[in-house]
Nanobody, 123 residues
Framework: QVQLVESGGGLVQAGASLRLSCAAS????????MGWFRQAPGKEREFVAA????????YYSDSVKGRFTISRDNAKNTVYLQMNSLAPEDTAVYYC????????????????WGQGTQVTVSS
């Protein structure tokens, strides 16, 4: 079992930056690939970014590539999502998720989920 708790969301203006954190507890954090997803009202949950177990490989959706950066600190059992140049279309609830072994770009590839943190970007 892995418990995930996101933090760092908030209300910002377009062009601002935010850093989301996801703290994990439970089984060895370094054995899980980690991902970030988001879900806007009335829309399906969509992939944002993922990172491999040791942080060597990262993956991004086209909509955030070049603006968002995923990273992890296995010593702190934490994964981060640095979000720069935020736009109103980035408004959503952001979820972190843990996948046994390999990162995935679909929600079905993840075993554990956090409760989400709201990010709202005003124009």
């Amino acid at each position: 079992q892995v418990q995930l708790v996101e933090s760092g969301g908030g209300l910002v203006q377009a062009g601002a930056s935010l850093r989301l954190s996801c703290a994990a507890s439970g089984r060895a954090f370094s054995t899980y690939a980690m991902g970030w997803f988001r879900q806007a009202p009335g829309k399906e949950r969509e992939f944002v970014a993922a990172i491999s177990r040791r942080g060597i490989n990262t993956y991004y959706s086209d909509s955030v590539k070049g603006r968002f950066t995923i990273s992890r600190d296995n010593a702190k059992n934490t994964v981060y999502l640095q979000m720069n140049s935020l736009a109103p279309e980035d408004t959503a609830v952001y979820y972190c998720a843990a996948a046994a072994w390999n990162p995935a770009t679909t929600p079905g590839g993840y075993d554990y989920w956090g409760q989400g943190t709201q990010v709202t970007v005003s124009s």
